[in-house]
């Protein structure tokens, strides 16, 4: 979230490209391939599922999740 | 872990929190709070999370921690004083859609933070472009009535009377709201002194340790429901027939990764975000992703934030499970939570179809209509809704003209809608047939028609469910899908809000104009089937039509 200056308003509602939640800080980022900056994420759970969508789409057999729950933001 | 404590403490948060809906029932004064009880309270500790939460509404209880949460991110702790109370209805700030609005009062037990008496209440008119507050055919949040940030409306037990001043200046029915605004109020306020109570009756740290446990007996529990669920991945999708501006069907799908003790819903392949106000909120995907798995495990889990730990959702920004500002949304609570639920459910089912149920009929039928009353003189504004099937299961029928799986609502009654509002009820009946055939049958939808007693009313409509059909699981068949239909005085048929005003849906409109001896006929849709029709047996199919079911 990107408030005034004056904290009156809302400028931008920031959100996690992955999971979707506010981002209430600068959030986590990535340099893709291309040199592309990548996010905001809120969290590098978020960060590793997104950069997994391939791998999963392509996974044959269950998927190993990984916990999430240190991660997250408060 | 002192598990008698625990259980005590539970029921006891439990029961504070019924306490509160009570309160708010009986002294709130629209139809939508005393008769509907479109509202929800619960108890939440100091990190924001859900202690305990009444059997009120479960559209808002999967969202209650983030909406609590993002009250905080905007006015911390240190600007907190005793006898706050803070209001918030923002949908794009935590919020669940701008008719909801909640309620924190923060709990302090000789003068240390102990966190939240929460209250989170439909009210029924906030602005906007139609009375009532759902306009079908909003394309922006703007339309959709007054978005209240998180702001004290209480400092130190005293009204901070600008935000009043400002939020009913706004409002069509200020008096009405005035009413249920502080009904919510009362409701917060029993809260803190029952959770007070609570406090001084097991001492501080105990209190804090019991909490503690109960959720991390929850998340236990919680867990090991998840483990008994194969690992896998499983899919499903279904449809927002269209979102009353355009005639586009909207996609939501989810894949659901179950991985041991854990679970993701990732909704990533789920349609952008519509022009029509059926947009979901982040809210609302939570909301409903909790309220699918609480109904597929075992109902005596402790329902507090420590049950949802395990479980991850992935909405990402601009998808209509998670649209983003300054989208239209208000729909997105009532109809398209109800989608995003079954959608989890239909996904799940591959996995666990004994504990699987077929989908209900997927629309509260919203009715939302202001007039003036020539029996009082006054402006009426009315949020009404209509039960409709729900879906077979593996062990019965699907209820009849019951309130959707977000709503547990209540219809108004005949009397005491024709007393408070100027409309004379023709008829109200179960539609017999309308439920999905199958092993276990779906639920009858309900019909009514309606005779306008105002020259002046205006009603709009938000519903689904009249194209796509609910449909059946395991074999069973699909519901009947649901209907609004008009007539004028001066005609014989009923016909659509296509065909009488030439709106571009028929389940989602604004602002159509009835005079005195028009009729509108409600028709909300019956549950899907479960298993196949085959396995009914003959004597219940004989049951069917003896009894008028079919």
Not at chain 2, 68 to 73: E, F, L, R
Not at chain 2, 438 to 445: A, K
Not at chain 2, 518 to 530: E, H, M
Request: with cysteine.
């Amino acid at each position: 979230m990107k408030y005034s200056a004056n904290g009156l308003y809302v400028e931008e509602y920031r959100k996690c490209i992955n999971c979707g939640e506010l981002v209430y800080d600068e959030g986590l980022f990535f340099t893709d391939e291309d040199g592309t900056r990548i996010g905001p994420f809120s969290s590098a759970w978020d960060m590793e599922w997104y950069k997994g969508r391939e791998a999963r789409q392509n996974a044959k057999g269950p998927v190993l999740i990984k916990d999430w729950r240190s991660e997250t933001q408060s | 872990m002192n598990l008698v404590d625990m259980n005590i403490v539970d029921r006891r948060l439990k029961s504070i929190a019924e306490e509160m809906g009570i309160v708010l029932m009986k002294t709130s004064y629209s139809t939508i709070f005393n008769e509907g009880r479109d509202f929800t309270c619960g108890v939440a500790d100091e990190s924001c999370e859900l202690l305990a939460s009444a059997d009120f509404q479960p559209a808002q209880v999967g969202g209650m921690p983030l909406v609590v949460s993002s009250i905080i991110k905007e006015i911390p702790l240190s600007e907190m004083d005793e006898g706050d109370v803070m209001i918030h209805n923002d949908p794009f700030r935590g919020g669940m859609h701008t008719p909801e609005h909640t309620l924190i009062k923060p709990v302090f037990f000789e003068g240390e933070f102990f966190g939240f008496s929460v209250a989170i209440g439909h009210i029924a008119e906030v602005g906007g472009m139609v009375p009532g507050g759902f306009p079908g055919e909003a394309t922006e949040v703007y339309q959709e009535g007054l978005r209240v940030p998180p702001v004290k409306i209480q400092a130190r037990g005293k009204d901070v009377e600008p935000v009043w001043k400002i939020m009913l200046a706004n409002h069509r029915t200020p008096r009405q709201n005035h009413g249920d605004i502080r009904a919510l109020i009362s409701a917060v306020n029993r809260g803190e002194s029952r959770i007070l109570e609570l406090i001084k009756e097991y001492g501080p740290e105990r209190y804090r340790e019991i909490c503690t446990d109960l959720k991390d007996y929850a998340e236990r529990r919680m867990r090991a429901e998840i483990t008994s669920i194969p690992d896998g991945v499983y899919s499903f999708e279904d449809f927002m027939e269209d979102d009353g501006v355009t005639d586009q069907a909207y996609k939501i799908a989810v894949d659901v990764y179950v991985s041991q003790d854990k679970i993701v819903a990732d909704f990533s392949r789920t349609d952008n975000q519509s022009l029509g106000p059926i947009n979901a909120v982040l809210s609302v995907a939570w909301s409903a992703t909790y309220n699918a798995i609480l109904h597929l495990t075992d109902p005596q889990i402790p329902r507090n934030s420590g049950a949802f730990r395990p479980i991850k959702i992935v909405a990402p920004p601009g998808k209509l499970v998670n649209a983003d500002f300054p989208a239209a949304e208000v729909g997105g609570n009532t109809e398209t939570h109800i989608r995003i639920c079954h959608t989890v459910v239909g996904a799940l089912a591959q996995a666990i179809p004994e504990r699987a149920f077929a989908p209900d009929g997927g629309t509260h039928s919203n009715f939302l209509f202001g007039a003036t009353d020539e029996r009082t003189g006054n402006y009426a504004v009315c949020y009404d809704f209509t039960g409709a099937g729900w879906g077979g299961r593996p062990v019965a029928d699907g209820h009849n003209a019951t309130n959707c799986i977000n709503g547990n609502s209540r219809m108004n009654p005949v009397e005491v809608f024709e007393t408070r509002f100027p409309w004379r009820f023709e008829s109200l009946g179960l539609i017999p047939g309308s439920g999905g055939d199958g092993e276990y049958r779906g639920g009858l939808g309900v019909n009514k028609v309606l005779t306008c007693l105002s020259d002046d009313m205006e009603v709009s409509f938000m519903s689904d469910r009249q194209k796509i059909a609910p449909w059946g699981i395991g074999g069973g068949g699909e519901g009947q899908n649901g209907s609004v239909l008009i007539r004028r005085k001066s005609t014989p048929d009923f016909v659509t809000a296509c065909e009488d005003s030439n709106k571009t849906s028929a389940s989602k409109f604004n602002r159509i104009g009835f005079r005195k001896g028009d009729q509108i006929s409600i028709s909300s849709p019956g549950g899907g089937g479960y298993g196949d029709p085959q396995e009914r047996s003959s004597e219940q199919r004989a049951k069917d039509r003896d009894e008028g079911w079919v």
